[in-house]
């Protein structure tokens, strides 16, 4: 079946660590997503590529960064710059940028990343 | 002011009973529009997408008011499956990616 898959589920860190969340989809997507949720609040865009070898910052960037070297594969790394790095981290995919009716989100079922 | 906003609730329904949210977005120039449900610490789910001339599926229906920039999602015949927090989304801004709202927590009660 072709989906999202993000590992590990549960991820816990010392901080001052950087850590790499990993992201592999098999739905041929060119658009790959990461976002951020914190209880309570919505979900907020940290990165996105719309195509291998190319990505874009979004809301809020400071603190992470990725790569886009395979089609499949988006991982993101949790720099020690990154302030409060506890969170759900979910990874997303589309058809193509930006989603849309014919085009929407799918996602992986996410990464709890705790940092102490 | 947020660009999605959604009445966080919680909403508290009977099995069965009728139940609506709004949520209104702030950028006149938004495209498309979507709700998604997300159950307890989970991954968000598509639900539907809004349509300009509003849509249904099954007992939920979804309707879009551009004039007064405000998206609405109706449940009839609610049921326990039902309970989750559904999300409003709004594609918009200049680098025309999503926005999400915080969510509108609904649980639906035996």
């Known amino acids: 079946d072709g989906g999202i898959t993000q590992s590990p589920k549960y991820l816990f860190r010392k901080e001052g660590q950087n850590v790499t969340l990993s992201c592999e989809q098999n739905l041929n997507h060119d658009a790959m997503y990461w976002y951020r949720q914190d209880p309570g609040q919505g979900l907020r865009l940290i990165y996105y590529?719309?195509?291998?070898?190319?990505?874009q910052k979004g809301d809020i960037a400071e603190g992470y960064s990725v790569s886009r070297e395979k089609k499949e594969s988006f991982p993101l790394t949790v720099t020690s710059a990154q302030k409060n790095p506890t969170a759900f981290y979910l990874c997303?995919?589309?058809?193509?940028?930006?989603?849309?009716?014919?085009?929407?989100?799918?996602f992986g079922n996410g990464t709890r990343l705790t940092v102490t | 002011r947020k660009e999605v906003e959604q009445d966080p609730g919680p909403f508290n329904v009977p099995e069965g009973a009728t139940v609506a949210f709004n949520c209104t977005y702030s950028?006149?120039?938004?495209?498309?529009f979507f709700w998604y449900r997300q159950d307890c610490r989970k991954e968000p789910k598509l639900l539907m997408s809004?349509?300009?001339s509003g849509n249904e599926d099954g007992r939920f229906t979804a309707q879009l008011n551009r004039a007064s920039q405000y998206i609405s999602l109706l449940i009839r015949d609610s049921k326990l499956s039902d309970s989750a927090t559904y999300l409003c989304v709004v594609l918009s801004g200049s680098a025309r990616q999503l926005t999400f709202g915080s969510g509108t927590q609904l649980t639906v009660l035996p």
């Open positions: 950028n006149s120039a938004s495209q498309s």
């Open positions: 809004v349509y300009s």
């Open positions: 997303a995919s589309s058809i193509g940028s930006p989603p849309t009716y014919n085009s929407p989100l799918h």
């Open positions: 590529s719309q195509i291998v070898n190319d990505f």
